[in-house]
């Protein structure tokens, strides 16, 4: 079964970092991009960005360029995102979800800053 | 940034009826490029249509996708009780890949 698994639920502070991640399996997790969604609540689907884990290709949103880092270790299938400075208004759910049609999702990760 | 809209905003319908969804691109998608997903309350977005027309494996053939250029619709023909959820368009095309803001389709 072809499926995406996220880290668990945080809760931070202002200003701290975070990393969370997205362990792909049930194929070959090198040839498809993976892509990271906010959802804030209440809100509607923001894409951040993207990364092909073949060669580390990575797109960003302008709006979220600079705010996060996206990063794949292949050799373990994992995608993650990175903050180096949280804000409260960084609270959201996040996704990640693979190929250009985001064919399978993550079950998100909630991050909570306050 | 291409900017996708999606219209009506709501739509209140009862089951059994008929649901037409629109995106409209602020500038032309190529077909191939465009993709819709449903979500439901405290569920991931599922993908239901990919290429404008192509539905993903598992969608019952109930949801339709149709348009080209700027113009993209999202067809549900009979709604069922498990449809009502919020859809959402999406080009990636063009980087930075964009999703609508959603439609959020509600029993009348």
């Known amino acids: 079964e072809v499926q995406l698994v996220q880290s668990g639920a945080e809760v931070k502070k202002p200003g701290e970092s975070l990393e969370i991640s997205c362990k792909g399996s049930?194929?070959?997790?090198?040839?498809?991009?993976i892509g990271w969604v906010r959802q804030m609540p209440g809100k509607g689907l923001e894409w951040m960005g993207i990364?092909?884990?073949?060669?580390?290709?990575?797109r960003y949103s302008p709006s979220f360029q600079g705010q996060v880092t996206i990063s794949a270790d292949k050799s373990i299938s994992t995608a993650y995102l990175q903050w180096s400075s949280l804000k409260a208004s960084d609270t959201a759910m996040y996704y990640c979800?693979?190929?250009?049609?985001?064919?399978?999702w993550g079950q998100g990760t909630m991050v909570t800053v306050s | 940034e291409i900017v996708l809209t999606q219209s009506p905003g709501t739509l209140s319908l009862s089951p059994g009826e008929r649901a037409t969804l629109s995106c409209r691109a602020s500038q032309s998608v190529s077909s191939s490029y465009l993709a819709w997903y449903q979500q439901k309350p405290g569920q991931a977005p599922r993908l239901l249509i990919y290429?404008?027309?192509s539905r993903a494996t598992g969608i019952p053939d109930r949801f339709s996708g149709s348009g080209s250029g700027t113009d993209f619709t999202l067809t549900i023909s009979r709604l069922e009780p498990e449809d009502f959820a919020v859809y959402y368009c999406?080009?990636?095309?063009?980087?930075?890949?964009?999703f609508g803001q959603g439609t959020k389709v509600e029993v009348k």
């Open positions: 999406q080009q990636h095309a063009n980087s930075p890949w964009t």
């Open positions: 979800a693979r190929g250009g049609g985001f064919d399978v």
């Open positions: 990364i092909y884990p073949g060669d580390s290709d990575t």
């Open positions: 290429a404008a027309f």
């Open positions: 049930g194929y070959n997790f090198s040839n498809y991009w």
